[in-house]
């Protein structure tokens, strides 16, 4: 078993800042590509940032240059910093990876989200 813990949404005014955590624990081998989505009411999941075990990121397009996503190989942990969010940044942000069980097995794990509301 595999849990991916988020924390770090919260209220924030527009600008503002806050910076997303997400954990990974359990029967972990090795952990390769995680990445931040978020899914408004009604619409499609959204890619938000991925990186990968050796660090190349990649990011939607509507969040670059304010977003950053950072991990902490050592701590299996993957961070998204975000600057200048905007009202239509809130939702609930889930975390993902793609883990090598301690058997060896490939999964695919989801936490289940943090929510960021930001205000005009």
């Known amino acids: 078993q595999v849990q991916l813990v988020e924390s770090g949404g919260g209220l924030v005014q527009a600008g503002g800042s806050l910076r997303l955590s997400c954990a990974a624990s359990g029967s972990i081998f090795s952990i390769n590509a995680m990445g931040w989505y978020r899914q408004a009411p009604g619409k499609q999941r959204e890619l938000v940032a991925t990186i990968t075990s050796g660090g190349t990121t990649n990011y939607a397009d509507s969040v670059k240059g304010r977003f950053t996503i950072f991990r902490d190989n050592a701590k299996n942990t993957v961070y998204l910093q975000t600057h200048s969010l905007k009202p239509e940044d809130t939702t609930v942000y889930c975390c993902?990876?793609?883990?090598?069980?301690?058997?060896?097995?490939?999964?695919?794990?989801w936490g289940e989200g943090t929510l960021i509301t930001v205000t005009s």
């Open positions: 993902n990876a793609f883990v090598t069980t301690t058997d060896y097995q490939g999964r695919e794990c």
